[in-house]
Nanobody, 127 residues
């Protein structure tokens, strides 16, 4: 079955950077919008970034704009989240997700539109 495997989390000091990766298998990767969600303890899971099928459109939550960058590599079936300027408020478990989309340039802002999920990778930001 479809598999998404997240990696790259860890413990980092505030102001530092991390690069999260997600490798997909057993799916037609180009047919999916890819997103990164996070779940902060005690809060609901939220979408922080998404990228369209053709890579031309990206979505970022206001709280991460200018610090997070999402990218996809369809040749390698991977999606990456580059995180710079980490803040303690970014501490969370981060999940990649894939949602089927019929249009090439749309992103999917609603969690319910995502069909497949990674297992999550924990990011902890210390002060």
């Amino acid at each position: 079955q479809v598999q998404l495997v997240d990696s790259g989390g860890g413990l980092v000091q505030a102001g530092g950077s991390l690069r999260l990766s997600c490798a997909a298998s057993r799916m037609t990767f180009r047919s999916y919008v890819l997103g990164w969600f996070r779940q902060i303890p005690g809060k609901e899971r939220e979408l922080v970034a998404a990228i369209s099928r053709n890579g031309a459109t990206s979505y970022y939550a206001n709280s991460v704009k200018g610090r997070f960058t999402i990218s996809r590599d369809d040749a390698k079936n991977t999606v990456t989240l580059q995180i710079n300027g980490l803040e303690p408020e970014d501490t969370a478990v981060y999940y990649c997700a894939a949602g089927f989309a019929s249009r090439y340039s749309e992103t999917l802002p609603v969690e319910g539109n995502y069909d497949y999920w990674g297992q999550g990778t924990r990011v902890t930001v210390s002060t």
